[in-house]
């Protein structure tokens, strides 16, 4: 079985540079920075681990996606394909009655130091074969999210009567 997971930054940066070190140096400064001046860290999607396994009929695909919700979790697939993202919802805007009695009885709040923040994550991977969305499931248990993708067969193939 063939997969191929697509990576998001080129392979000759890769090479040319430690991946981790330079990780480390960057996260270093962002956060030294953003301690300095209070600002909440920028949210940088994170390539979840995976596992992928293959039967005769289907692939099934198992990501670690720790802290995210099964609302913000987003599943694509176009032919072989299949790219996992997380959505980060919009904060919904409080209605006037609400803001106003939230002002009156508690005073606005603010934060003094931030470490944790909503998990993004993002990962695509391309199959060998097509997968058949209709017939394929997706579970979402403890963090792990388990897809079985059903491998798309062939329209009108045929087998032939060997005479």
Known sequence: M???PL?????????VRSPSFDRFVDRLFDESFDRLVGAAPAVTART????????????????????ASREALKV???????????????????????AESAVET????????R??????FERTVALPVE?????????FENGVLTLVLA?????????????
């Open 131 to 139: 997968v058949d969305q209709q017939a394929s499931q997706a579970k």
């Open 76 to 98: 694509s697939v176009e032919g072989r394909r299949v790219t996992l993202t997380t959505v980060v919802p919009a904060a919904a805007a409080p209605s006037e009655k609400a």
């Open 7 to 15: 990576a998001r930054t080129s392979t000759l940066a890769r090479s």
């Open 48 to 67: 979840p681990a995976m596992d992928v396994s293959e039967s005769d009929s289907h692939y099934t695909l198992s990501f670690d996606v720790p802290g």
């Open 2 to 4: 063939f997969v191929l």
């Open 151 to 163: 491998k798309k067969v062939a329209a009108g193939a045929t087998q032939l009567q060997i005479a």
């Open 115 to 120: 470490e944790r923040a909503t998990a993004v």
């Open 106 to 113: 508690k005073p606005a709040e603010r934060a003094l130091y």
